[in-house]
């Protein structure tokens, strides 16, 4: 059997490209520097493939920033506010990356979204009426060329017409069928300029056809793949989707003649019944997506070669293939040298899956022969035995023990709400922060030190209070309502709170590229999750020591900390977030009985894992993510006030949602938003009390008070004045301290005068 791969990582084993990029930006190398670093990668990626077997090896699937973006540039995309700046290819290119502010020009960079249920982003290309798409570009052809000199002749890829114009957005009057004729035309090209070159294969990669699609969509579809498939000449064509399974476009895409089409069988829960129930076309090829490109965790070689076999009767010829692009996992585990092999060996990162693919190709061709039965039998018996520190009957047993009734807090929110403005007191359009403050250099110092063991524990402690005490201090000199503690302890809001439960595992290299050269380190869910000990209550409990105003707790939910993680496959996503639910409710209680009053549990990850298609929402996820929720704060008292935070205000769809997570107050993004989505919480009666943010943190940028007044009362016009609550949009841990001074002050002022109005 033979073996394919969607796309491997680009950033390097140890991020070199991350770096070299980084230092190109700063101007510390210059660009060709910058190209030979990239070349280098892509040859070393090229070897690994190489040597582990695979017959399919992707090319162009590197990338200097993103593969929407490379897109854009092949097809002669770019917006004129880019090509006007008339720099090199390069920077032009990284000016849609990342904006470009010199020689007194000044552009803002193209919007950034995420790519599908992933955490990896891409840049949004947008189309303007007058877009003269053609094939412009070389960096496919270069990068199969290179391949070639190599001794590879590689499987190009390509991200697919349909998916790019389906997210791409339109400027002007036109919309994607408008422009469906000239990609057609250009996809066509690519694939004689490839069929030129000597290639046998090329992918397009269509993860689109996972979404639920509208009638037009798919005759889209089909217009563009009749013209294109029927120039392609002597190149073969392979349709590669990921991400889910493609009920709406089963039917078509089988039908149209591709070479080979590429399923994921992993993610895509209806993909085996729609190859078994409405059969495969014959002279096709089935790209069987069964090596997971989104977890670490070893395949299980049984169950893989148990369903490529119920495959075989449906389908001629089966490549095994990756199930997505390898991008969304990190290198090699050489890297990790402070994990136990008891651990590490169940994980397999990019490179280790190169080798399950080349292994399980051997043992499907050939099963019964001496060495090969060895590999299954080793790969057998990881399966069979426990993994260690793994289960916990303790924690089994409690959530065996949760009842109905602890979802559901007590008195319902109208009472709630009475008593908690009765106990706090707060003036009206109260004034809070989302939590963290700048995480100056200092800061950073200051842990880096502990945790190299530099500096003692109770050195490393007496730091943070200082920096709380000052924080507290400026909050009450800015006459702040509801304070925080800054958050000082933390880099980041879910390893923070990974590194104390006890059923974590962390990396020291596994790298995951999150968008251009940032880079994520997710830790794993690796056993049942459970608190030790209290995490934060010290520091609340010392902020609050410095006050007489009240002091907010601030925690991570258990939605958040879970997809913002590499999560267990042997227990459902549901258990193991209900697990750290109960570890999280242990802290909102501890937190409660130290006398923190208010408490904030951030869920700024909800949104992220909604499931693609609208119909799995609630089945596949909202049904265990809000209970989920629910769990964590419904054991608190009525006077006790629980805030949530949200990082994003796209949440129109499911506001009653939102509503049943049962939170006291709510902040959100919305000074970058249209604020239509307090229209939206209006028509849906929303109860939980909002603070829409009042300023974009994201940006230096300190806003007036005008501009904050008038924000207000654009807000107040939509919402009970007895709901709103006055904050940021976010944490301020990226910002400076003197602009976050500055725009708090601004913002305490424009909360007083519509007081003073009222
Ligand atoms: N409480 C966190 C902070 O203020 C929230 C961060 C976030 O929403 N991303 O930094
Ligand atoms: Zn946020």
Redesign the pocket.
């Known amino acids: 059997m033979q073996t394919s791969v969607i796309g491997y990582p680009r950033v390097g084993s140890l991020r070199e490209l991350k770096f070299a990029t980084e230092k190109y930006f700063k101007n510390d190398i210059t660009q060709e520097a910058l190209l030979a670093q990239a070349k280098a990668l892509r040859a070393e990626h090229l070897k690994s493939m190489k040597e582990s077997g695979i017959d399919f090896i992707p090319v162009n699937d590197f990338s200097f920033y993103d593969g929407m973006l490379d897109t854009v540039v092949l097809l002669n995309a770019t917006p004129a506010r880019y090509r006007k700046l008339n720099v090199s290819e390069l920077d032009t290119y990284f000016a849609m990356a990342r904006g470009y502010q010199k020689d007194g020009k000044d552009v803002k960079a193209l919007a950034m979204k995420k790519w599908f249920n992933t955490n990896y982003h891409y840049m949004v290309p947008e189309i303007e009426d007058d877009a003269d798409i053609r094939l412009a570009g070389k960096k496919p052809f270069d990068e199969f060329k290179e391949a070639l000199t190599g001794g590879v002749v590689a499987k190009p890829v390509l991200i697919g017409p349909f998916t790019f114009l389906k997210l791409a957005r339109y400027t002007g009057t036109k919309s994607a069928a408008d422009f469906a004729d000239a990609f057609a035309a250009a996809y066509s090209e690519t694939l004689k300029k490839f069929a030129d070159l000597g290639a046998k294969w090329v992918q397009f990669d269509e993860p689109a056809l996972v979404y639920d699609l509208t009638a037009d969509e798919i005759a889209l579809f089909e217009k563009l793949y009749r013209v294109i498939l029927t120039a392609k000449g002597s190149v073969k064509v392979l349709l590669q989707t990921y991400f889910g399974d493609i009920r709406d476009a089963y039917d078509t895409v089988t039908k149209l003649g591709f070479d080979g089409i590429g399923i994921d069988f992993l993610e895509g829960q209806k993909s085996f019944e729609l190859v078994s129930t409405k059969g495969f076309p014959a002279q096709t090829v089935l790209f069987a997506g069964l090596v997971n490109g989104k977890n670490i965790w070893k395949n299980h070689y049984r169950k893989t070669i148990g369903r490529l076999n119920e495959l075989s009767a449906f389908a001629k010829e089966i490549v095994l293939s990756t199930s997505c692009s390898l991008l969304h996992v990190p290198y090699t585990l050489k890297n990790e040298n402070k994990l136990p092999e008891a651990y590490k060996r169940h994980f397999a990162f990019a490179e280790e899956k190169l080798v399950e693919l080349a292994e399980l190709a051997k043992i499907s061709g050939s099963e019964g022969s001496d060495a090969i039965s060895e590999v299954l039998a080793a790969n057998d018996a990881l399966f069979a035995t426990a993994r260690p520190d793994c289960e916990n009957a303790t924690v089994r047993a409690r959530l065996q023990a949760v009842s109905e009734a602890d979802f559901e807090r007590k008195p319902a929110f109208a009472e709630r709400e009475k008593i908690q403005k009765e106990a706090l007191a707060l003036p009206q359009f109260p004034t809070t922060t989302?939590?963290?403050f700048p995480q100056t250099a200092d800061v950073k110092a200051n842990r880096k030190a502990f945790k190299a063991g530099q500096i003692s524990e109770e050195e490393y402690k007496k730091f943070n209070q200082e920096k709380i005490r000052e924080c507290v201090k400026l909050q009450e000199e800015l006459d702040l309502d509801v304070l925080v503690h800054g958050?000082y302890e933390r880099n980041d809001?879910v390893e923070y709170f990974g590194e104390q439960l006890k059923g974590y595992l962390f990396t020291e290299k596994a790298w995951v590229q999150s968008y251009g050269t940032r880079c994520v380190k997710p830790p794993i869910v690796w056993g049942d999750i459970s608190r030790e000990k209290p995490m934060t209550v010290e520091w609340s409990v010392f902020a609050k020591s410095c006050t007489n105003r009240p002091m907010k707790g601030?925690l991570t939910g258990p939605v958040t900390i879970l997809n913002w993680s590499f999560p267990r496959e042997d227990i459902t996503h549901k258990e193991s977030a209900l697990q750290i639910a109960l570890a999280i409710r242990d802290e909102v209680l501890d937190l409660e009985a130290a006398g923190i009053n208010i408490i904030?549990i951030?869920e700024?990850a909800l949104r992220e894992k909604l499931p693609l298609r609208k119909s799995d929402w609630y089945s596949e996820y909202l049904d265990w993510a809000i209970p989920a929720f629910r769990l964590v704060h419904s054991g608190v008292k009525a006077s006790t006030q629980i805030h949530t935070?949200m990082?994003y205000s796209e949440f129109t769809d499911i506001i009653p949602v939102i509503d049943n997570m049962d939170a006291d107050v709510i902040t959100f993004e919305a000074s970058r938003s249209d604020l239509l989505i307090l229209d939206a919480l209006r028509a849906n009666n929303f109860k939980t009390e909002v603070g829409p943010g009042v300023y974009d943190i994201h940006s230096p940028r300190v806003p007036s008070e005008e501009e904050i007044v008038n924000a207000l009362s654009r807000m107040l016009a939509r919402i009970n004045p007895e709901k709103l609550w006055v904050n940021p949009d976010?944490?301020?841990?990226t910002r400076g301290t003197t602009e976050t001074v500055a725009s708090l002050k601004n913002m305490v002022a424009a909360a007083k005068r519509l007081r003073a109005a009222d």
């Open positions: 989302i939590g963290s958050e809001m601030m904030q951030d700024a935070h990082c976010c944490g301020l841990k």
